[in-house]
């Protein structure tokens, strides 16, 4: 085992380079990355899962729903010091994800935005759609709202 004190950090990115007291070569150590999550910029109207409830529905691991964040395939907002996933990301009788969701996600994080940007504009009521762009994502205007997701993202 080694101690705190032999090791020195010579990057702090994302993969730090560390030299073991022991070792004349640097050794590349990945830091673990923590759970990604928004600012809650939702209303309180707006019902999170908890990241184990998301698992359940899912039918996959914790960790699993975990990298999906990571991956940002998903959006998590930390509501009370507790990170949620918006309930209507989920198509729950079908224990999946909505369609579509994934792609948009990566559309609007390609064209720059960040996710409180994302998710004020899936949760804002739009006149020419039924309800707000994630309701739409619910039927048949799916391709509609990442059409339009795409030229915002130009």
């Known amino acids: 085992m080694v101690a705190s004190a032999d090791i020195a950090v010579v ?8 030299f073991f007291a022991s070792e004349d070569q640097p050794v590349n150590v ?6 990604p999550y ?14 184990a409830d998301v698992s359940k529905i899912l ?4 960790a699993r729903v975990e990298q999906m964040l ?9 509501r009370n010091r507790v990170p949620g996933v918006p309930e209507v990301f989920l198509n729950t009788p079908g224990k999946q994800i909505v369609k579509g969701l994934p792609g948009l996600l990566a559309v609007l994080h390609d064209g ?12 804002e009521p739009d006149d020419s759609l039924p309800g707000t762009p ?17 030229a915002m993202a130009i």
């Open 38 to 51: 928004s600012d809650d910029v939702l209303a309180p109207s707006v019902s999170l899962l908890q990241l």
């Open 70 to 78: 990571r991956d940002r395939q998903l959006i998590a907002v930390k």
């Open 134 to 150: 994630i309701d739409a994502m619910h039927g048949d205007l799916m391709r509609e709202v990442i059409r339009r997701a795409q």
């Open 30 to 35: 990945t830091a673990v990355s923590a759970i």
């Open 11 to 18: 990057s702090a990115q994302r993969t730090r380079t560390v």
């Open 112 to 123: 720059g935005y960040r996710d409180e940007e994302i998710l004020e504009w899936l949760f």
């Open 59 to 62: 039918e996959v691991p914790k």
